[in-house]
């Protein structure tokens, strides 16, 4: 598969393990000697990706929202989406079809504080990066 072509030192990993808990999932790949890997947590370090980006195109010309902004205020992030396109504003009705409450089950309080720990440091960047804080991270 691709992952073993871009890091031949996974060939003997086992991919399918630890299953199909989140808990073990999560546990799994913060463990993996794998650093480069891009699992679960590894997608989730929008810095290094923000980082690339910005290697192809000027800071200028990104917007960046994050969904649980969007989720709180609508209508603030569709209005600085519209100034950033440099659209004139709009009033569009507010879709509450659109509008959900996720429903998932919460991970164990270990994995949520490892990820916590895990990402700590990397939102931080981010938000130096975006020159704003995202409060609901």
Not at 107 to 132: A, D, I, T, W, Y
Request: with cysteine; hydrophobic share 40%; aromatic share 10%.
């Amino acid at each position: 598969n691709h992952y073993m072509q871009m890091l031949p030192e996974t060939e003997s990993w086992d991919w399918k393990c630890p299953g199909q808990s989140f808990d073990l999932n999560v546990i799994s790949e913060l463990d993996s000697p794998f650093e480069s890997w891009r699992g679960l947590i590894g997608r989730g370090d929008y810095a290094s990706q923000l980082q690339n980006i910005r290697q192809q195109v000027p800071a200028d010309r990104i917007f960046v929202m994050a969904l649980e902004e969007w989720a709180i205020e609508p209508k603030t992030c569709l209005n600085s989406l519209v100034a950033f396109l440099n659209l004139p504003s709009a009033k569009l009705p507010a879709l509450h079809l659109h509008r959900r409450n996720p429903s998932f089950k919460t991970c164990s309080l270990e994995v949520m504080e490892r990820m916590r720990n895990h990402f700590q440091p990397l939102n931080e960047c981010l938000f130096k990066m975006l020159g704003r804080r995202i409060s609901q991270w």
